[in-house]
């Protein structure tokens, strides 16, 4: 059985419109921290070994800067880039200002990864236990084989007060295995309750209680083999929508649909917490703030 330390893929190439700037360098607490910082100290000390930035190459120096210095002897660090010109010249449109979607960014990965790896987003908290049990999953698969894995969350937990946000809705079966995973673009609670926007735009209650993923999947290096000719399909399909993004749910289902592989629904009792606008990083900072408090986290993680 392959016991080898599992690497840590992070989307970081979002541009952050809706925040107003690059979020994943963003400091949460008076020690400077970033929201990746804690990913990637939950992450070190849960055993993974290797850390994967997939980034643009617009703010390379500044990434660079910030974490190759704090990893230094503590991990290997690897930069793979989603560049919008990293698809077939055909596709490639000089008015688009938009990154391919995070479908597209794990494709870039490919290359840079080569044993049991996670993925996240660079701008989500998911805490300790989330990457504890994440590990251990990743720990005892074997690297050949399609078992896969995702970290899941209810929806309720996962909302902003201050706007829409896009989930992947999961559909489990009793064995608790995922059967297939929906990218709902717009959730948004109204007047307390929550609400998603169907294709046509009108406006549908969601139950507080849906799984939802918030882009921490578990896969193996065999993931690989998806993607590929679907990424192609979308861009033929999307050739005129400047906005259009290949979401990681769409491999996913692709996935499930081969019946190759299983992707199992991991639990945790961590509590998320994510920055998509500027007012959620109020409620963001305090929340670190009491993990610290606490001595969850040391007051300098590094």
């Known amino acids: ?52 930035f997939i980034i643009r190459k617009s703010f390379e ?50 290359d840079a990864v080569k044993e049991n790896f996670a993925i996240i987003n660079a701008d989500d908290f998911y805490g300790k236990q989330a990457f504890e049990v994440m590990a251990k999953s990743l720990m005892d698969k074997d690297s050949d084989s399609y078992q896969f894995c995702t970290m899941a969350y209810l929806l309720k937990n996962t909302v902003s007060d201050h706007g829409f946000v896009s989930r992947g809705e999961c559909q489990v079966d009793d064995k608790g295995f995922l059967v297939d995973v929906t990218e709902r673009t717009h959730i948004e609670k109204i007047d307390g309750e929550l609400f998603r926007k169907d294709d046509d735009g ?17 896969f193996t290096p065999k993931c690989f083999e998806f993607g590929g000719q679907l990424f192609l399909e979308f861009l033929e399909a999307n050739k005129e929508n400047l906005k259009a993004e290949f979401y990681l749910p769409s491999i996913v289902n692709e996935i499930l649909k081969s019946g190759k592989a299983t992707v199992e629904v991991l639990q945790s009792n961590s509590k998320w917490f994510g920055v998509t606008y500027k007012e959620d990083k109020e409620i963001v900072q305090e929340a670190i703030g009491k993990l610290k408090a606490a001595e969850v986290y040391p007051k300098n993680l590094w």
């Open 1 to 52: 059985m392959n016991k080898q330390k599992p690497t840590l893929v992070v989307l970081a190439a979002g541009m952050g419109s809706r925040y107003g700037g690059l979020k994943q360098i963003d400091a949460f607490t008076p020690e400077g921290d970033t929201i990746i910082d804690f990913s990637i100290y939950d992450a070190l000390r849960a055993g993974f070994g290797k850390f994967v």
């Open 61 to 110: 120096q500044e990434f660079k800067e910030i974490f190759n210095k704090k990893l230094e002897g503590k991990a290997e660090v690897d930069y793979v880039y989603q560049e919008l010109e990293n698809v077939p010249e055909a596709y490639i449109n000089p008015e688009r200002t938009k990154p391919w979607g995070t479908g597209h960014a794990l494709l870039m990965a490919k």
């Open 202 to 218: 009108n406006l549908i209650p969601i139950d507080e209680n849906t799984v939802v993923s918030m882009n921490f999947w578990g």
